[in-house]
Nanobody
Framework: QVQLVESGGGLVQAGGSLRLSCHAS????????AAWFRQAPGKEREFVSR????????YYGDSVQGRFTISKDKAKATVYLQMSNLKPEDTAVYYC????????????WGQGTQVTVSS
């Protein structure tokens, strides 16, 4: 089992930046990929970004491509999401998740961290 804890959320003005962190503990050796999702009030959960644990592959949702950067520090078992040029529509609860292999859904989730972007 993998436990995930997010941090780094907060209130920022439009155009500003934030960096989210997701620390993994437990069976981190079973992580194939980690990802960020977000959910705004009244909206469905949205994929933000994904990083494969043992190579350099990264993926981004269309709405954040070019503004957000995902990275990882395997020694610290931590995944980061650097968010730049933030927009009010980026306001949401951001969740970290992990999957044990490419064919298995994301099974471990963090508790979420709130990001609020003011206009």
């Amino acid at each position: 089992q993998v436990q995930l804890v997010e941090s780094g959320g907060g209130l920022v003005q439009a155009g500003g930046s934030l960096r989210l962190s997701c620390h993994a503990s437990g069976r981190t050796d079973t992580i194939y990929a980690a990802a960020w999702f977000r959910q705004a009030p009244g909206k469905e959960r949205e994929f933000v970004s994904r990083v494969v644990w043992n190579n350099e592959l990264t993926y981004y949702g269309d709405s954040v491509q070019g503004r957000f950067t995902i990275s990882k520090d395997k020694a610290k078992a931590t995944v980061y999401l650097q968010m730049s040029n933030l927009k009010p529509e980026d306001t949401a609860v951001y969740y970290c998740a992990s999957q044990p292999n490419v064919r298995t859904p994301f099974g471990s989730w963090g508790q979420g961290t709130q990001v609020t972007v003011s206009s």
